[in-house]
């Protein structure tokens, strides 16, 4: 079931960031997140009233520690996914994002199985050859860099999420696009951008965000019940409908050795679930 749910989250995850790629190709990426945050604020605070558990003052700061994070890795993903190729940005994110999790659970005593290693090395040679596009020219740089810093980020997010309990519910969740739309809206004051989307683009925003929501409540359920690595693994492959969704609506460039390096990820990534 935990993996289950983490596959559940990242269809949503995958979804959302097309539409948010949408909209942040015609806002700052700032703006974009933010205004989605909006929206993920309010479908998290539904769901977590009238799912189980009760809100505790632990759970919920952790939360609040991974919207820290998230609030900086969303920035990032959407910047990355506006200058960059879908097919460069997202299999970086999402390495990063099942390894980051899997790491921690090594520091803190869990020990990689042989098949965890070998899926990590497949994953990243699949990674080598999905960000390979001569024709992105200086966009692979960028996205790799920008990939990278979001994949890093949300992981350390995830991290903190996995320590919440069952107890506390889907609150923690709360916790963390409040402190992410904080973050973002923030930022976004400061540096004199438009807080919030307006326009047509604005019912976009509002999808990404409601999807996103649902992705991140799926994949907390999922950690409070399961592996945290098994979870985070499940949660990488949301580029998949991402990279779809871009290369038939959006006219991306999705070569066929990109295909195939996402494929080589996506069997990295079935490794190391299968320890």
């Not at 909209?23 to 703006?31: D, E, G, I, K, M």
């Not at 520690?65 to 506006?82: H, I, K, M, V």
């Not at 350390?156 to 696009?177: D, E, H, K, N």
């Not at 399961?226 to 999705?254: H, K, Q, W």
Request: hydrophobic share 55%; aromatic share 8%; proline share 3%.
């Amino acid at each position: 079931m935990p993996i289950v749910l983490g596959l559940i989250g990242s269809m949503a995850i995958g979804v959302s960031d097309f539409l948010a790629r949408y909209v942040a190709r015609r806002n700052h990426a700032a703006t974009t997140a933010a205004t989605g945050l909006i929206f993920a604020t309010i479908v998290a605070v539904i769901v977590a009233a009238l799912g189980p558990g009760r809100l505790l003052g632990s759970d919920y700061l952790l939360g609040c520690l991974s919207g820290l994070a998230s609030g900086c890795a969303l920035g990032l993903l959407y910047r990355g996914l506006a200058i960059s190729s879908v097919a460069v940005v997202s299999p970086i994110v999402a390495v990063m994002l099942g390894a980051v999790p899997m790491f921690w659970e090594v520091i803190t005593g869990t020990a990689l199985s042989a098949g965890v290693i070998v899926g990590v090395v497949v994953a990243l040679l699949g990674l080598v050859v999905t960000t390979f596009d001569p024709a992105l020219g200086d966009r692979i740089k960028q996205g790799i860099i920008l990939g990278f810093s979001s994949g890093l980020a949300f992981g350390i997010g995830m991290v903190f999420m996995a320590q919440t309990s069952v107890a506390g519910g889907l609150w923690p969740v709360v916790g963390q696009r409040t402190t992410a739309l904080i973050i973002l809206t923030t930022f976004c004051t400061i540096r004199g951008l438009p807080r919030f989307v307006r326009g047509y683009a604005l019912r976009f925003s509002a999808a990404a965000g409601a999807l996103g929501a649902v992705g991140v409540l799926c994949y907390t359920a999922g950690f409070q019940r399961g592996s945290v690595t098994a979870v985070a693994v499940a949660a990488s492959v949301f580029p998949i409908p991402t990279a779809l969704l871009a290369a038939t609506f959006d006219n991306d460039s999705l070569r066929w050795w990109q295909i195939l390096g996402i494929g080589v990820v996506l069997v990295g990534i079935g490794l190391i679930a299968r320890g």
